[in-house]
């Protein structure tokens, strides 16, 4: 992009600012928690010396008791850690919020935790947040997120996402009851990059998938129970041949969900998700209450939004998706998927107007985030882009989907 066409996308961002957010009204459901219609302003109350601590040691997951604060409501004596990989900041922790860490049964509107997102790795600021609800509207089980305002001990500490954590309470409202059994009662792992990791076969020892699945739920039970079934899927999706996928893999893994999932990842140009460029990251794996089917759940995607020309074409590298890619019936599926999701973001520009509301509510605050580790000058550019990559992305896709990418400048 030229630096004349980026001036004018910046100058485009600041006549769209043209409102200010207002204080939301108390909530009393997960739904108006996590409403988009206002910008939240979010208070921790702790000892001065925790919060050093917890800023000095902020690689290190150690909680520390504080009061959660929101809209006129308090959650008193929950738990609060730093958290984050790459994006673990001495200046604006990112944060997780454990409302029954101290208590326990202490929830917060039915939920045990919540995450605040620092933002650390989006000049934009939206990255994820957009995404997610793209995933929403695709059908893609993904946690709820919106945008919140943080206040430490009445200090303002920055923008920060509040995101749904995926938990039991997250797998209830996402799998539903069946015949008066909550579904989420299943085997919920959270994966934890390593290396540049394929769906490679590890064989038959359990250290390698215990290694990059991190059990959050039975996590009492034995490795053999934990790691068993994910070593037996791994091994087989390697090992099948093409012409009996349906018939054995399919049991064992939600294919068309699977699809639907990277597809979407490939049309917001992720990086760093399942079929990254640094190996599969950013997902967590859940097998469902009663069965041996495996699904993906989509989490962290800071990394979307690379550019309009990603490839509509999937990476060969990994094991799982070039076989499927190698079947007629999911190589159709998954063109298929791709089309269905640019329909989406077209339909009543949906993408484009979604990420301008995004850029609306959090403005102010972003501008006033003095802890945020990139200028204003980032964010502006960076808000420019995601508007460009709505206009260009849908464009782009129909052009790929019918003449290749090559053809069309990817």
Same mark, same amino acid.
């Given at each position: ?10 100058? /485009?961002?600041?006549?769209?600012? %043209? ?18 219609? @206002? ?29 959660? *604060?929101?809209? /006129? ?7 609060i850690r730093s958290r984050g990989r790459g994006s673990r900041?001495?200046? !604006? ?7 029954? !860490?101290?208590?326990?049964?202490? *929830?917060?509107? /039915? ?14 600021? $939206?990255? #994820?947040?957009?995404?997610? %609800?793209?995933?929403?509207?695709? /059908? ?14 009445? #200090? ?56 990059? &699945? ?5 996590? @009492? *039970? @034995?490795?053999?129970? !934990?790691?068993?079934? $994910? ?46 460029? &640094? ?43 070039? *076989?499927?890619?190698? $079947? ?36 102010? %605050? ?11 000058? @980032? ?18 896709? !129909? ?7 090559? %053809?069309?400048?990817?």
């Amino acid at each position: 992009m030229t630096s004349s066409s980026t001036r004018a996308l910046r100058a /485009g961002i600041l006549c769209l600012l %043209a409102f200010a957010a207002v204080p939301a009204a108390a909530q009393t459901t997960t739904e108006e928690l996590f409403s988009k219609s @206002s910008l939240q302003r979010v208070d921790l109350e702790l000892h001065s010396a925790d919060w050093a601590k917890l800023k000095e040691n902020f690689q290190t997951n150690t909680f520390y008791p504080a009061d959660f *604060k929101i809209n /006129g409501q308090t959650v008193y004596n929950a738990g609060i850690r730093s958290r984050g990989r790459g994006s673990r900041n001495a200046n !604006k922790p990112g944060l997780k919020i454990d409302f029954d !860490k101290y208590s326990s049964n202490q *929830k917060f509107l /039915g939920l045990k935790s919540l995450v605040l997102d620092n933002l650390a790795q989006d000049p934009s600021g $939206i990255h #994820e947040t957009v995404s997610m %609800a793209f995933y929403e509207r695709l /059908g893609i089980p993904a946690p709820r997120e919106t945008h919140v305002r943080l206040y430490v001990r009445g #200090e303002y500490i920055g923008l920060y996402a509040l995101i749904e954590s995926i938990d039991k309470s997250f797998l209830a409202r996402t799998y539903g009851v069946i015949e008066n059994d909550t579904q989420n009662d299943g085997w919920l792992y959270e994966f934890v990059w390593q290396d540049h990791y394929l769906f490679t076969d590890f064989g038959t020892d359990l250290a390698e998938y215990k290694l990059r &699945f991190d059990a959050t739920t039975h996590e @009492s *039970k @034995s490795d053999e129970d !934990k790691y068993r079934p $994910i070593q037996e899927l791994i091994s087989l999706a390697n090992s099948t041949p093409e012409n009996r996928y349906n018939e054995v893999i399919g049991p064992r893994f939600d294919i068309p969900g699977f699809i639907r999932f990277v597809a979407a990842q490939a049309y917001l140009g992720d990086t760093d998700g399942f079929l990254g460029a &640094f190996g599969m990251n950013n997902f967590y794996l859940y097998r469902l209450e009663n069965q041996i089917k495996h699904v993906l759940i989509a989490w962290d995607t800071d990394n979307t939004f690379w550019g309009s020309t990603f490839p509509v074409r999937p990476p060969t590298d990994n094991v799982l998706m070039a *076989k499927l890619m190698r $079947i007629p019936e999911y190589e159709a599926l998954w063109y298929a998927e791709l089309a269905r999701t640019n329909q989406i973001a077209e339909a009543d520009g949906w993408l484009d107007t979604e990420i301008i509301r995004q850029i609306q509510t959090i403005d102010g %605050a972003m501008r006033e985030d003095v802890y945020k580790p990139y200028s204003t000058n @980032s964010y502006e550019g960076e808000a420019g882009m995601m508007l460009s990559f709505a206009r260009e992305r849908i464009a782009y896709v !129909k052009c790929a989907l019918a003449q290749g990418d090559r %053809a069309c400048g990817g």
